[in-house]
């Protein structure tokens, strides 16, 4: 059985840092795409970030870029996120999809393609 688990979120104020980790347990992620994702209450579920695992290979989202880093170590994966704002406040997710081709590009699954999710983790930036 498969199982995704998020750790790592909390309350931080603007302008801090968080480590947010993933763990995919019953997967060999080898020709999957691990994403983190976040929603907001009444907003869509967006993609944060995502690596080709096969690959290493990384994307980030526009409002991530130069502030999250995505990094992994055996099996478990992390989101570095840094300089945080108030509107970085969401659950965040983590999520693992089994790619058409491995060398595909991570940003090419779409949210909806995504095989396991996790139960989120909730981060709370304050001003």
């Known amino acids: 059985q498969v199982q995704v688990v998020e750790s790592g979120g909390g309350l931080v104020k603007s302008g801090g840092s968080l480590r947010l980790s993933c763990t995919a347990s019953?997967?060999?992620?080898?020709?999957?795409?691990m994403g983190w994702f976040r929603q907001a209450p009444g907003n869509e579920r967006e993609r944060v970030s995502c690596?080709?695992?096969?690959?290493?290979t990384t994307d980030y989202a526009d409002s991530a870029k130069g502030r999250f880093t995505l990094s992994r170590y055996k099996d478990t994966l992390y989101l570095q996120m840094n300089s945080l704002k108030p509107e970085d406040t969401a659950m965040y997710y983590c999520?693992?999809?089994?790619?058409?081709?491995?060398?595909?590009?991570?940003?090419?699954?779409?949210?909806?393609?995504?095989?396991?999710w996790g139960q989120g983790t909730q981060v709370t930036v304050s001003s």
């Open positions: 999520a693992a999809g089994l790619q058409s081709h491995v060398y595909d590009a991570c940003s090419a699954l779409g949210r909806y393609e995504y095989n396991y």
């Open positions: 690596i080709n695992w096969s690959r290493g």
């Open positions: 019953g997967l060999t992620l080898d020709g999957y795409a």
